[in-house]
Nanobody, 121 residues
Framework: QVQLVESGGGLVQVGGSLRLSCAASGSIFSINHWAWYRQAPGKERELVAT???????NYADSVKGRFTISGDNAKKQVYLQMNSLKPEDTAVYYC???????????????WGQGTQVTVSS
């Protein structure tokens, strides 16, 4: 059983910063890549940022230069530093991990329960 737990969400003013964390627990052999997604009310879930086991990162155009994803596979944690926050960043943020539970197990994607980020103007 694998579980992802996010933390760090909250209410922040425009221009402020937040740091989200996500910790994975359970039987994990290796983590291939992490991702952060977000879903605003009435909108589809969208990809925010990804990081591979080799620390290669990618970002949605809307957050480039403002958000930074980082990971610590030894600790089985991933982070999302969010700066210069805007009202349009308001959403529930979800952590995603693509991992395998044993050497010969298939890759599988797991999700956290989500953490609310609200940016007030």
């Amino acid at each position: 059983q694998v579980q992802l737990v996010e933390s760090g969400g909250g209410l922040v003013q425009v221009g402020g910063s937040l740091r989200l964390s996500c910790a994975a627990s359970g039987s994990i052999f290796s983590i291939n890549h992490w991702a952060w997604y977000r879903q605003a009310p009435g909108k589809e879930r969208e990809l925010v940022a990804t990081i591979t086991s080799g620390d290669s990162t990618n970002y949605a155009d809307s957050v480039k230069g403002r958000f930074t994803i980082s990971g610590d596979n030894a600790k089985k944690q991933v982070y999302l530093q969010m700066n210069s926050l805007k009202p349009e960043d308001t959403a529930v943020y979800y952590c995603n991990a693509n991992l395998r539970m044993s050497r010969y197990a298939p890759n599988y994607s797991y999700w956290g329960q989500g953490t609310q980020v609200t940016v007030s103007s």
